[in-house]
């Protein structure tokens, strides 16, 4: 067996070129297929770990799928906002044991701008029901101080002591700044690998104060309110955008939920964090579906192109085969030193595609979670990989079989006698 797998082994290497194109296109589909794998994985975790601790949402009255996203992940605007009325109703429910505000729509330089209550930073969790921490400073205290979140620290290289300017909205116009009303980093956040990474964290006091000469999201002509100015204004919030829940029990939480929804004086809904990322992960489920399917086509382009190659050097090989017949080489003997021809090109793709997989994981890890946020972890060849190995390596096993059989049925008068 050792001398038969040495045998296949030069084989393979004496058409090293043209095998090499096989090799390359099983490494690719390995490759495609361990990294939708691990990009989904770490997707959902990365998401799931997002909130922790938090029991109910509660929002104005719209989908609970659009209510978490730009919530928690600030991902789209809100099209209403929660009455402070309302939120003091949801904080007096005899089963809430504390309550966060939330209220988001301005930005900085293409970061989300949240605000919130300094009990934010005490009361929100990630992953692993984890404290937010900081890396440097403090959380804040004034109305123009702001807590940034560690991949605005390193992308915009901000430390404790920088001013920044807010911008209404997305910041899509010079115009929409509010350059009158600086903020002052006075802490940076510990990474989280959650949108708190990418967020800057100011006092519901100041967008309001920032917003006092503004009116439906434009800037009151011939009004200019200063700083100074607003620190004697009533800075009290009129509205924000939701609110983070923590009840006493948490076998209460559908009768609160119910609560809130019957709530009269104005239509709110209240999701729980972990219904509504099962209820995103079926409406994106098609689009994993499809990626994985595509990988697997790939896979399969990768097997049926080792048979075309296999089969199309028989007939180049048809002398060779039949001299090794000539030698005592029975029939099985030659279609088995195919079928390890075979299966040595494939474990070559698949142990190519697993290597680039690891390197390319590694090298694009720190570029996607700088613009995506999403944290890839190295490669781990779990149960769903170690699934997409076996497949593969099978596939191409049984594949190498067919030109194996090919060559069985040849017989050795037909490899010696010339062809015309």
Known sequence: MRGLLGLAARSAWNRRFVLALVVASIALAMLLLLTVERVRQDVRLNFAQSVAGTDLIVGPRTGAVQLLLYTVFRIG???????????????????????????????????????????????????????????????????????????????LGYRPGERIVLSHGEGDFHEHDHEDKPFTVVGVLARTGTPVDRSVHVSLEGLQAVHLDWVAGVPLPGLKVTPEQALQRDLRPRAVTA????????????????????????????????????????????????????????????????????????????????????????????????????ALVTLAGVAAGVLATALGLAAAAPWVLEHYGVLLHPLRLGAAEGAWLALLLAGGLLASLVPGWRAYRIALADGLQPRV
């Not at 029990?249 to 709110?268: C, D, F, G």
């Open 243 to 342: 609110l983070l829940v923590g009840l006493k029990q948490r076998s209460a939480v559908l009768s609160v939920q119910r609560r809130i929804a019957e709530y009269e004086a104005e239509p709110l809904m209240a999701v729980l964090p972990g219904v509504a990322l099962d209820e995103l992960w079926t409406l994106v489920g098609a689009g994993e579906r499809a990626l994985l399917l595509t990988s697997a086509l790939v896979a399969v382009v990768g097997g049926l192109g080792l048979v075309a190659v296999i089969l199309a050097g028989l007939d180049q090989r048809r002398r060779e085969l039949a001299i090794l017949r000539a030698v005592g080489a029975g029939p099985r003997t030659v279609a088995a030193l195919l079928a390890l021809e075979g």
């Open 77 to 155: 605007q809100p099209t209403h906002n929660l009455s402070m009325a309302g939120v003091r109703a949801v904080a007096e429910m005899p089963a809430v044991a504390w309550t966060v505000p939330i209220s988001i729509g301005d930005s900085h330089r293409g970061f989300a701008v949240v605000g919130s209550t300094p009990e934010y930073f005490t009361r929100f969790r990630y992953g692993d029901d984890q404290a937010l921490a900081f890396a440097a400073g403090r959380a804040f205290a004034g109305v123009f101080e702001a807590v940034i979140g560690a991949d605005v620290a390193d992308r």
